[in-house]
Structures are given as C-alpha cells and as structure tokens.
C-alpha cells in the first residue's frame, strides 16, 4: 500500500513569511494527489488537487502545490503567509483510478501576527 | 448542496463499552470512507465502501470494529469492546467513483474512551 510522508511536523512562521511544506510518497504507479486543510474546530477541507497535466496547481486562498514525478514529492507552497493560515495541512495520495486515499501525519502551522 | 452529516459530535465511554457513529453521505456518492483521526496524527484509513461493498477494510481491527453499508447510503462504525486507545475522531468521507474525485469529510465524531 501507498505511504505519505510529511516532513515537518509543526511549522512557525511570522505573517509575509514564504511556506513550503513538504510532502513525499512511496507508490511505483499514477497517483492522485492532495492538500487538506483543517482550521481548528472545522472539518477537513480541500485546498488542493492534482490528477493530470500541469504539475504546479493553483489552490484557494494563494496556495499552489508543485507534483514533481521523478522525486515522489507535492510540496505546498505559499508565497506569503496569513494569521489565518493558521491550520494543520495534510497531504493525501490515491492510486489512479482507485479511491483508496491515505493521509500523511500533518503539518501543523503557527503563524504569528 | 448538503455535506457529509455525522452523528454524534461526541461520545464519551467507559472502557469494554460498545458505541456506534452513523454517517450520511453526500447524495450521488458511491464511495465511502471510514477514517480514525488519533490526536496528532493524520486520518488513518478504517474501511472504504463502494456502494453497499467494502472495497478495503484491510487496517479495519475486526475483532471489535464493525461497519456496514447495507442500503448503499447510509453507514454505521461500530466499536465493541472499546479500548481506551480508541480515543480519536472517527472521520467519514465521501466521494464519486472514478479516476478523479475527491473526497469531502464531515465533521466527525470525537470518542472519548476513559
């Protein structure tokens, strides 16, 4: 079965600061690729998605997210942060054409006003 | 359009106490998913449905997990004994089947297991 790891367990970052959170995957075959978000007391929600065609994807609220094939990764990125952002970021991997998504640990982000 | 409802928010229970969560997916959705949300960590896969099938319950601990989907809507999880390391969110998701869907999560239910 598919493994998702996330690498940095809970990031701090003062508002206008860049992000980048990284997200690596083990899994031979065409994937799925996702960024959930979870602000505190809220559900999961979706920020973004990647299933084909061009690797950078545009999410909400300024995220993007860069699937780089050749190394198994699909980082999240933001060019300048929010108090807002404050959530924990999972990534999330399917196999093509199969529903079976795993979730990496989390990132938790802090950001400072 | 309606979210995925769960029911209950929260549960508290004692140890060898048997509970149940009930999920009502999105309408249309086929693919259902179980997941359990242990503080600090991510979502771990319990079990996944498509319509009234389970396509994998291979992390599901069946000696005391159970779920069903009978009518293909619908779903329950069920705990029977629980452990106190059941503590977590149980997380249910929906989806449409197909190469590229994804899934919208309710709000799920926190268990307390004391």
């Known amino acids: 079965a598919q493994s998702v790891s996330q690498h940095n367990h809970h990031v701090i970052l003062s508002e206008a600061a860049s992000l980048e959170l990284g997200c690596n995957y083990s899994?031979?075959?065409?994937?799925?690729l996702f960024w959930y978000v979870q602000y505190p007391g809220q559900h999961l929600q979706l920020l973004l998605k990647y299933f084909s065609g061009d690797p950078l994807v545009k999410g909400i609220k300024g995220f993007e997210a860069e699937f780089i094939k050749s190394k198994f990764s699909f980082n999240l990125r933001k060019p300048s942060v929010q108090w807002s952002d404050t959530a924990e970021y999972f990534c999330?991997?399917?196999?093509?054409?199969?529903?079976?998504?795993?979730f990496g640990a989390g990132t938790r982000l802090t950001v400072k006003p | 359009e309606a979210g995925v409802a769960q029911s209950p928010r929260y549960k508290i229970i004692e140890k060898r106490q048997s509970v149940a969560f009930w999920c009502n997916p999105i309408?249309?959705?086929?693919?259902l998913y179980w997941y359990q949300q242990i503080l600090g960590q991510g979502p771990k896969l319990l079990i996944q449905?498509?319509?009234?099938?389970?396509?994998?319950d291979s992390q599901l601990p069946k000696d005391r997990f159970s779920a069903e989907r009978l009518k293909g809507v619908d779903s329950t999880l069920k705990i029977q004994p629980a452990k106190l390391e059941d503590s977590a969110v149980y997380l249910c998701?929906?989806?449409?089947?197909?190469?590229?869907?994804?899934?919208?999560f309710g709000q799920g239910t926190r268990l307390t297991v004391v």
């Open positions: 999330a991997v399917n196999p093509y054409n199969n529903n079976d998504m795993r």
């Open positions: 309408s249309g959705h086929a693919t």
């Open positions: 449905f498509q319509n009234n099938g389970v396509v994998d």
């Open positions: 899994y031979g075959g065409t994937v799925n």
């Open positions: 998701a929906s989806s449409y089947t197909g190469s590229n869907t994804e899934a919208f």
